[in-house]
């Protein structure tokens, strides 16, 4: 996927004048009419030697569009300081729209390179030809190619007509890239190129999106997330508020919101206001009375029909039984996980409104190819005839990768014929989120002679997202069964372990119950947390040392040797993230009483593009009330190679402290087909002054870069898990790990 249309991207265009857009969404400021040298899609320059990016990705704070800017303005040796980035909006030209996976950087990392290698030597050969020389002659530094006797910049080489050089994808994908020793942006300290904008407010996002003569929409939301159907509604009380304009009940043909009823209002209060005025009866759903309880039984019991489910191809040997029947011993245990909200900063919205025949639908959003057929259906009509303008993003972490909020403010300005801006408040956001389903696994292991390992299995069963909502993106098992690989990835590991059988469950329930989403980390989430409280577990039952343990079946054998371009070193460089956790944390080292430190590691997400994580948490449990209180934090990270050093730190630092959240904070429960929580009064995240001593490195490399934006999120629950076994000899098998959850423990002796 990383190179998706990579081969239609790059024919060069000759020098055109181009007005640049007005103060586009993402916060850049209005630019004079100029001639524009566009050597491809991704990028262009102006008479002034001005290089503007074009960044698909979505901005939510992690600073995407800085990143990926250096990668190619280091291949086109770009003035950094003449360099601008914009965010796009949604055309086909772009291919696939999507941020999400800690894809980002791994894709486009081939792209933007061959970009700016494919502009830097067509400007040393228009700078050549300019200058008289041979190009052989000239290089190319800072925004000037220079060669004997001379210099021209890339600004004045526009001026004086640029250049039509076109490039085949056979001959693009041959371009000479610079070596790691000749980088000059990429993996060095550079200035962030959107913190102005964010720091000043003229950075716009999906909330602030305003067009004259809109109105306000907030939904009465229905008993349950699939299925309702009005029956009736009594706008009468919503009457008496000042500025209410009327209730459209919505008829939505692509099923994303059934049973809503939208207050429209002159403004967003009024909006709130009526809309808890108004009336309405429903025929439910299915649902009505999901319970948390429900979704872990159901998915016990499909764990238990040994032929439910999709088995992965591991490479290897997936019949596990003849290993458990020789076994001279076994070790099997469950770990459960609870339902997780987003509660993004910038609750859902969007701006929706028809002009010259297109329908414009403003809003922030990870995955604009997943929305914009699903706004066709329900607006009937083509793709192209709607346009997704793009906003910052106060927020994302998954929920806006699913584009659901876009649908009711389209279908009710249809309805209305004027534009209609939709927000929800925290308690509808909380209602109509996309969750992180409740999960539950089964794990096995068997031993042979001298507790040599045998056999593995992994059973995990949860509600599927991309089942539900964009199944052409699951592959089939090795049986045959299609699965969602952001609901079981992370099972798959680099461990050598004999035979292995990982088996992806999907629950059905869930699924008609709510819309499962995904968030941060997706399937390795809960999958790893599984995975490592289990290899920890499996160490103890043989009396081995846990990271001598895991050391000893990362061997890089067979499919866990890895290989390009992405998995290079394989199970190897895992095996290295976890000697110098270890070592950092101070493994083994004497504690002060009822203190421990308990490790994880992880590939993060995907097997074609690891990054190898692990994290020590040293942790003390005060067994009078069983707070778990987390002081440290070790955190070793192998990505290949860092392209934004600050933003790997940030990104790094904020997936282990959400990782924490989860893992002793986080986590909701369904009661009569609706989560408990809908604000943070009782929906209580890691607060600032819960935060431990970070210790974050990294790995220096020189191999491709992979995904920073998710995978410490996977380790830290474990580890944390593993350190309270160590302090107090109890193991908690279900996250968030409450209080309570430790004083029962403790109680029952383990």
Not at 73 to 81: C, F, G, K, S
Not at 492 to 502: E, F, L, S, T
Not at 527 to 553: C, G, W, Y
Not at 700 to 715: A, C, D, F, I, N
């Amino acid at each position: 996927m990383a190179s998706t249309g990579a081969g239609l991207l790059f024919g060069f265009s000759r020098v055109v004048e181009a007005a640049m857009d007005p103060a586009a969404p993402g916060g850049v400021p209005p630019q004079p009419a100029a001639t524009q040298f566009e050597p491809t899609l991704w990028f262009g320059i102006d008479a002034d030697g001005m290089v503007t990016i074009n960044i698909i990705r979505a901005e939510m704070g992690q600073h995407v569009g800085t990143s990926l800017a250096r990668i190619l303005a280091d291949e086109l040796e770009a003035d950094w300081d003449k360099v601008r980035i914009t965010h796009v909006d949604s055309d086909p030209k772009w291919g696939l729209m999507v941020t999400g996976g800690s894809w980002s950087v791994w894709q486009t990392f081939p792209i933007f390179s061959q970009a700016g290698a494919a502009g830097r030597i067509t400007l040393i050969e228009a700078g050549a030809k300019l200058m008289g020389v041979p190009p052989a002659a000239c290089r190319a530094r800072n925004g000037v190619v220079s060669g004997p006797g001379g210099s021209i910049s890339y600004g004045e080489i526009v001026r004086r007509g640029g250049s039509d050089r076109k490039f085949t994808p056979e001959e693009l994908a041959k371009l000479p890239i610079k070596p790691a020793a000749e980088r000059r942006l990429i993996g060095k300290p550079t200035k962030a190129l959107d913190v102005a904008a964010k720091t000043t407010g003229a950075a716009i996002y999906g909330i602030d999106a305003k067009v004259p003569n809109m109105v306000y929409a907030r939904p009465v939301m229905p008993p349950t997330r699939n299925g309702s159907k009005v029956v009736s509604v009594d706008d009468s009380a919503a009457k008496t508020v000042k500025g209410y304009l009327q209730h459209v009940v919505l008829d939505d043909p692509s099923q994303t919101v059934p049973g809503w009823v939208m207050a429209v209002a002159e403004s967003y209060p009024a909006a709130i206001r009526a809309a808890d005025l108004i009336k309405v009866k429903w025929k439910a759903g299915p649902g009505a009375t999901l319970s948390e309880k429900d979704i872990i039984d159901h998915g016990r019991a499909l764990i238990a029909k040994a032929d439910g489910g999709a088995i992965l191809d591991t490479g290897g040997d997936s019949d596990t039984a003849p290993a458990f029947k020789a076994a001279k011993s076994t070790l099997e245990e469950s770990y459960t996980t609870a339902t997780v909200l987003h509660f993004q900063l910038e609750p859902v919205n969007a701006l929706a409104f028809e002009k010259d025949g297109v329908f414009e639908i403003h809003t922030g959003n990870q995955w604009q190819s997943l929305a914009l057929p699903v706004l066709a259906k329900a607006l009937g009509r083509p793709e192209t005839g709607i346009v997704m303008r793009t906003y910052m993003l106060g927020g994302g972490f998954g929920r806006r990768l699913n584009g659901d909020y876009a649908v009711p403010a389209a279908l009710t300005s249809k309805a209305l014929g004027k534009p209609v801006k939709v927000i929800l408040t925290r308690e509808d956001d909380a209602r109509f989120d996309s969750v992180r389903s409740a999960s539950i696994q089964t794990l096995r292991m068997a031993f042979g002679e001298a507790g040599k390992v045998t056999a593995m299995e992994h059973h995990a069963c949860a509600g599927w997202p991309t089942q539900v909502m964009a199944a052409f993106f699951m592959p089939k098992g090795a049986n045959g069964v299609a699965y969602d690989p952001f609901a079981i990835s992370g099972a798959d590991h680099w461990y050598d372990v004999g035979a292995q059988k990982v088996r992806a469950i999907s629950n059905d329930v869930a699924n008609e119950g709510f819309r499962p989403g995904w968030l941060r980390s997706v399937g390795p989430g809960w999958t790893n947390f599984a995975v490592e409280s289990f290899m920890d577990e499996a160490a103890h039952h043989l009396k081995i040392d846990p990271v001598q343990f895991r050391l000893s079946h990362l061997t890089g054998a067979g499919r866990n040797a890895g290989g390009p371009p992405s998995a290079v070193g394989g199970a190897h460089r895992q095996a290295e993230v976890v000697r110098r956790v270890a070592e950092r944390a101070g493994w083994g080292l004497t504690l002060p009483a009822d203190t421990g430190i308990g490790m994880a590691t992880s590939f993060g997400q995907e097997r074609d593009m690891p990054t190898w994580v692990a994290c020590a948490a040293q942790v003390h449990v005060d067994r009078k009330t069983g707070v778990v209180t987390v002081e440290k934090l070790t955190l070793v990270t192998d990505a290949g190679t860092v392209v934004d050093p600050d933003g790997a730190r940030a990104q790094t630092e904020g997936a282990a402290l959400w990782g924490l959240s989860m893992a002793l904070h986080e986590g909701t429960a369904f009661e009569n087909g609706q989560v408990k929580d809908t604000n943070l009064n009782t929906y209580q995240p890691l607060r600032m002054a819960d935060t431990p001593v970070v210790d974050i490195s990294f790995v220096e490399s020189t191999e491709p870069p992979v995904g920073l934006g998710e995978p410490m999120t996977t380790v830290v629950a474990p580890a944390i898990a593993n350190a309270i076994f160590n302090a107090v000899g109890v193991r908690l098998r279900h996250i968030p790990i409450t209080p309570a959850a430790v004083l029962q423990a403790l109680a029952a002796g383990g």
